[in-house]
């Protein structure tokens, strides 16, 4: 799949819009009445805009059912390769690394690299299994607990793990990075008191790793729209190996999210990344549902 920085027109044949959320085959069971629960009408609005928002994201124009090339005007020609979306994505990329991202762009590309813990049907918008098949949520609607699928890996082959996601959201809330999307985990119990500085622990914002596998989450409030959110990039995992071995938790310099580098945990991997030009994301072999992705680029 290539992103181009610039295109002159972008055909979107209605029949075949989807989410590469449609290209899941996933176990979907509701733990308790609260993973029912309707959100509140803002929590709906964002779902909405989420949405339409990721309407290009990673598989997002196929062709449901059949194996084809997808080509749209503007981009340099007809792909060569079978089933390759050439998409335009307007402007150049900020960045790829989920905490220092902002733009609709950017978000694009990483819906095709990442993916979070649970994410949205395209036709009903309710929550469904992502990096986690199964999640448990306390009566009161405080604790959820999330259970990894054993066969979610990263790009580079090794297995997603709960402390992944403890460890990018304390990197989203570190003070010192200015991630500008923090403030969407201030619904973590102590999120804010750490994202603000107030407090320096860590250990006291609502995220933990009970094991591997198994992920504690415990909320500040009730948050109907919580499960909703995980589709956004601000909670996508990321790996602390791959993110320290390029430099420290709050650089914002810290070029790690670059080709050669970059670990995802999503339907693609980052291919190619050409300034002003392209960007390439290629079918990522790891994935723990790759057998569901229909494009190959």
Not at 46 to 64: E, H, K, N, P, T
Not at 179 to 194: N, P, T
Not at 221 to 230: G, I, N
Not at 250 to 275: C, E, I, K
Request: hydrophobic letters at 40%.
């Amino acid at each position: 799949m290539a992103f181009p920085a610039r295109h002159t027109g972008v055909l979107f044949p209605p029949q075949y819009v989807a989410t590469g959320m449609q290209m899941r085959v996933v176990e979907y069971r509701h733990i308790s009445a609260h993973s029912g629960d309707p959100a509140p009408r803002i929590g709906k609005a964002w779902d909405r805009m989420l949405l339409l928002r990721s309407f290009i994201a990673y598989g997002v124009i196929i062709q449901l059912g059949l194996a084809a090339s997808v080509w749209m005007p503007g981009c340099a020609g007809q792909p060569s390769e079978p089933n390759v979306l050439l998409a335009g994505n307007g402007t150049e990329p900020a960045a790829l690394d989920p905490h220092l991202v902002s733009g609709v762009s950017e978000h694009r590309i990483l819906s095709a690299l990442f993916e979070g813990l649970a994410t949205m049907d395209p036709g009903s918008l309710e929550p469904e299994p992502a990096a986690a098949s199964r999640w448990e949520i306390s009566d009161d609607g405080l604790v959820y607990r999330f259970y990894l699928d054993p066969d979610a890996r990263w790009s580079d082959g090794t297995p997603v793990k709960a402390e992944d996601f403890v460890y990018a959201w304390r990197r989203m809330l570190t003070p010192a990075l200015g991630a500008e999307y923090a403030y969407m985990l201030h619904c973590l119990a102590g999120a804010r008191d750490f994202n603000e500085g107030r407090a320096a622990d860590f250990s006291a914002v609502g995220a933990r790793a009970l094991s591997d596998d198994v992920l504690e989450v415990r909320l500040e409030h009730p948050t109907p729209y919580f499960l909703r959110m995980q589709s956004h990039f601000a909670w996508y995992p990321v790996k602390r190996e791959v993110v320290e071995a390029s430099g420290r938790i709050d650089d914002r310099n810290n070029p790690w999210a670059r080709p050669g580098t970059l670990v995802s945990n999503g339907p693609f991997r980052l291919a190619v990344w050409q300034p002003n030009d392209q960007i390439r994301v290629e079918r990522n072999p790891f994935y723990h549902r790759a057998d569901k992705v229909r494009l190959n680029a």
